[in-house]
């Protein structure tokens, strides 16, 4: 999808469709109506008003409504577009409804809009949300479909016009903002295929591969270390998840350094995403309802790729690093069994006492790898627990750790994003419930406060890094389409990680200005 600006008036705007965003205020706005709206349907002889009155349709967060045009613009049809009340107004609105504007014009197969923009205050981050929302919304997952031909090879919007708001000037800072916003939101689609990949064709060798092309387009650097070598790593955990698969794990280690030297020995960010290409439970099998959607158990190292593919355009002053840990959780004869004790890359010993608790068993030898790197924060990002879409419902995710600096930045980072991250305490009532009697702990506690267990298992892995676990579980993947959503995978997280890099990016910048102008203040 290509985005340009333009400035003049959504009355004379020249494309398929023209999408107008209006509050629910607009509609009925004696005193100051946005001239767009005004306009419009003043060219339409009152039709816009009358339909929208006809159908309902008042300025609504959720509404929208598709008007003929006959002949009357020079566009085939107008799109409605319910923003609801100013009040509640921000950017993750826009980025929703715009989604559903791209739906209903692609479902209208048309190819080319003219997207008329708000007038809001913070004109950025709205530019942000409409190209976010456009790309993100324009998602289908169609690669295995071969009836219904016409729908997949149906024409999309790929032509968008942007109309700067009445008495605004055009600028290039516009023009980076839009770009930066469509490589986010194609690495956010990215992830999105490569979790709704079947398991049989994203195995962990496939995921590997996918690394590989990732960083030789991008230019990152890249390790894959297959069985051998984990072994070498005395990554017992990990070994004994993947034992069970005929499929050979890999531990993936995608790398982002930064050409100059002194900003290349900064301590890195270190990211590691949860990487089960299949989780079937193993010997504590899922019944079949529970194991239906586990091929999307790969999620957070998807965020983490996307993620990745945009640093490496970003080119942040600090080092990136991107760790996965790719297997698949079987059961088998060779499989790892209730009452085993694993021996972790830190030398911890595990009682495995669920099967069906892989993730953590993976993630705490990877995490324990990342932070041989001293970096100054991880964050990691995990399908983890069932539990955590029990607390938080399936659109909001869990967010975990002591360091209060590092989690604020990280909630911060998902706010403006517009993703939904909730902290949950690691309450240390729930730390025995890991205590074991054979081995230094065990790899599943009870039900209840069944996230905070999972988060208090990886914490020993950590040490004093800080340290963010985001439990995706839920967000991860939708049942139903939503605004830029469409069930499935929903790219969750690689937003947030693109934040979080550039709000860091942002800091180190102003401090090493703030010490360039220091000697002469004085
Ligand atoms: N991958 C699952 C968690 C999950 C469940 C993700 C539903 C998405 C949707 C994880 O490996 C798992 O099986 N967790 C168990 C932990 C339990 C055995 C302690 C769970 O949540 O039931
Ligand atoms: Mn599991
Ligand atoms: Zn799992």
């Given at each position: 999808?290509?985005?340009?600006?333009?400035?003049?008036?959504?009355?004379?705007?020249?494309?398929?469709?023209?999408?107008?965003?209006?509050?629910?205020?607009d509609l009925t706005d004696k005193k100051n109506p946005p001239s767009a709206w005004v306009k419009t349907d003043k060219k339409m002889k009152?039709?816009?008003?009358?339909?929208?009155?006809?159908?309902?349709?008042?300025?609504?967060?959720?509404?929208?409504?598709?008007?003929?045009?006959?002949?009357?613009?020079?566009?085939?049809?107008?799109?409605?577009?319910?923003?609801?009340?100013?009040?509640?107004?921000?950017?993750?609105?826009?980025?929703?409804?715009?989604?559903?504007?791209?739906?209903?014009?692609?479902?209208?197969?048309?190819?080319?809009a003219v997207i008329q923009l708000p007038g809001v205050r913070e004109l950025d981050a709205a530019i942000q949300s409409t190209v976010e929302g456009s790309i993100l919304g324009s998602y289908r997952y169609d690669k295995w479909r071969t009836t219904n031909k016409d729908e997949k090879s149906a024409p999309r919007v790929d032509k968008v016009q942007l109309l700067l708001p009445d008495g605004v000037k055009k600028d290039k800072s516009m023009d980076?903002?839009?770009?930066?916003?469509?490589?986010?939101?194609?690495?956010?689609?990215?992830?999105?295929?490569?979790?709704?990949?079947?398991?049989?064709?994203?195995?962990?060798?496939?995921?590997?591969?996918?690394?590989?092309?990732?960083?030789?387009?991008?230019?990152?650097?890249?390790?894959?270390?297959?069985?051998?070598?984990?072994?070498?790593?005395?990554?017992?955990?990990?070994?004994?998840?993947?034992?069970?698969?005929?499929?050979?794990?890999?531990?993936?280690?995608?790398?982002?350094?930064?050409?100059?030297?002194?900003?290349?020995?900064?301590a890195p960010i270190a990211l590691v995403g949860k990487a089960i290409t299949f989780d079937s439970g193993g010997l504590s099998l899922k019944?079949?309802?529970?194991?239906?959607?586990?091929?999307?158990?790969?999620?957070?190292?998807?965020?983490?790729?996307?993620?990745?593919?945009?640093?490496?355009?970003?080119?942040?002053?600090?080092?990136?690093?991107?760790?996965?840990?790719?297997?698949?959780?079987?059961?088998?004869?060779?499989?790892?069994?209730?009452?085993?004790?694993?021996?972790?890359?830190?030398?911890?010993?595990?009682?495995?006492?669920?099967?069906?608790?892989?993730?953590?068993?993976?993630?705490?030898?990877?995490?324990?790898?990342?932070?041989?790197?001293?970096?100054?924060?991880?964050?990691d990002l995990a399908t983890l627990t069932g539990a955590c879409i029990?607390?938080?419902?399936?659109?909001?995710?869990?967010?975990?750790?002591?360091d209060d600096q590092l989690m604020w930045n990280v909630l911060e980072s998902a706010r403006s994003?517009?993703?939904?991250?909730?902290?949950?305490?690691?309450?240390?009532?729930?730390?025995?419930?890991l205590k074991s009697d054979v081995a230094d702990m065990k790899n599943a506690g009870d039900r209840m406060g069944g996230s905070i267990t999972a988060a208090h298992f990886l914490k020993e892995f950590v040490g004093d890094t800080p340290w963010v676990h985001l439990d995706i579980a839920g967000p991860s993947n939708v049942n139903k389409d939503k605004g830029y959503m469409s069930k499935g995978a929903t790219g969750f997280g690689v937003r947030t990680l693109v934040e979080f890099i550039r709000r860091r990016t942002a800091e180190l910048n102003a401090a090493a200005a703030d010490e360039t102008i220091a000697p002469d203040e004085e």
């Open positions: 999808m290509n985005f340009s600006f333009g400035t003049g008036h959504a009355s004379t705007a020249k494309a398929d469709v023209l999408v107008l965003p209006l509050f629910d205020t009152g039709l816009l008003a009358k339909t929208a009155q006809q159908e309902g349709f008042k300025g609504k967060g959720e509404q929208t409504c598709v008007i003929q045009t006959h002949g009357k613009l020079s566009v085939g049809r107008v799109i409605l577009l319910g923003l609801g009340t100013r009040a509640k107004f921000n950017a993750e609105v826009l980025r929703m409804a715009l989604g559903r504007a791209i739906k209903a014009a692609n479902k209208l197969k048309a190819k080319t980076a903002t839009a770009a930066l916003a469509k490589s986010i939101a194609e690495a956010a689609n990215f992830s999105r295929d490569l979790v709704n990949e079947p398991a049989g064709t994203m195995t962990p060798t496939i995921l590997a591969e996918q690394a590989k092309s990732l960083a030789k387009d991008s230019g990152l650097g890249l390790h894959i270390f297959d069985r051998k070598k984990i072994e070498e790593l005395k990554m017992g955990m990990f070994l004994g998840v993947a034992r069970g698969s005929v499929e050979e794990p890999k531990l993936i280690h995608l790398s982002y350094t930064p050409d100059d030297a002194a900003a290349a020995k900064r019944p079949s309802d529970g194991m239906l959607d586990m091929k999307t158990d790969m999620a957070g190292s998807a965020a983490v790729l996307g993620a990745m593919r945009v640093i490496a355009k970003l080119k942040p002053p600090f080092p990136v690093h991107g760790f996965m840990g790719a297997c698949e959780n079987m059961p088998s004869g060779n499989a790892y069994r209730l009452g085993d004790v694993l021996i972790s890359r830190l030398g911890k010993t595990v009682e495995i006492t669920n099967t069906d608790a892989e993730g953590r068993l993976v993630l705490g030898d990877v995490l324990a790898y990342a932070n041989e790197l001293k970096p100054a924060a991880i964050i029990v607390a938080l419902g399936p659109w909001v995710a869990g967010a975990f750790g002591d994003a517009g993703e939904d991250i909730w902290r949950l305490p690691l309450t240390d009532s729930l730390k025995d419930v």
